[in-house]
């Protein structure tokens, strides 16, 4: 605990995420579609999503959310100052 700052939010780069093969992201793309479906938010280009949907979709994809991070600043969906959501979570 003891963190000053907020939490960074989670932007995900919807272009990014369309270009990543759909055997790795396809849980992510619906999970991300069906939030623009219940927003009625189409035709952003990025996508803020709740602290709590990195835990969901942790759990979806088996990892811990660190790990998850990870990967999706590896495909460069999230920017590296996602991993402070995490810390922040973790700590
Ligand atoms: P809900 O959770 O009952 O939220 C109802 C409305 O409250 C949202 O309608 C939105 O206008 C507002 N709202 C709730 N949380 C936030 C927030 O953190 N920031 C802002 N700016 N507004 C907030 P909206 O956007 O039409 O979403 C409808 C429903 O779609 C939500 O009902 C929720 O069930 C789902 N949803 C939308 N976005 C997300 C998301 O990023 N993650 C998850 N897990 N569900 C979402
Ligand atoms: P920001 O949060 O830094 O977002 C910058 C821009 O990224 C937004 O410009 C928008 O073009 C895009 N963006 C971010 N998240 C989403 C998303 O989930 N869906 C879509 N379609 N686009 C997204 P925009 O709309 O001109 O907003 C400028 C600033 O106004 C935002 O900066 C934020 O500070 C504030 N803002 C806009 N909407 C909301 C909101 O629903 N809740 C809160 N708290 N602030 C908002
Ligand atoms: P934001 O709109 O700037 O909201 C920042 C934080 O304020 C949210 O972080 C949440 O902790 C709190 N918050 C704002 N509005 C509500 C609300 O209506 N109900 C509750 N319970 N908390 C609220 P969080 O949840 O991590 O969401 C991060 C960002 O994701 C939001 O930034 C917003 O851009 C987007 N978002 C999340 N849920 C929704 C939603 O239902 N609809 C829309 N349009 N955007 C959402």
Redesign the pocket.
């Known amino acids: 605990g003891g963190a000053a700052e907020p939490p960074p ?1 989670l ?1 995900l780069d919807l272009e990014r995420l369309a270009n990543v093969p759909s055997d790795k992201a396809g849980p992510l793309q619906r999970y991300t579609a069906t939030i623009q479906s219940q927003r009625g ?1 189409y ?2 280009k ?3 999503i709740r602290q709590d949907d990195l835990r969901t979709l942790a759990v979806i994809y088996d990892q811990s959310p660190s790990v998850l991070t990870e990967q999706l600043i590896s495909w460069g969906v999230l920017g590296a100052d996602a991993r402070r959501a995490v810390q922040v979570d973790e700590g």
Do not use: I, W
Request: net charge neutral; no cysteine.
């Open positions: 939010k932007v938010d035709n952003g990025v996508l803020s």
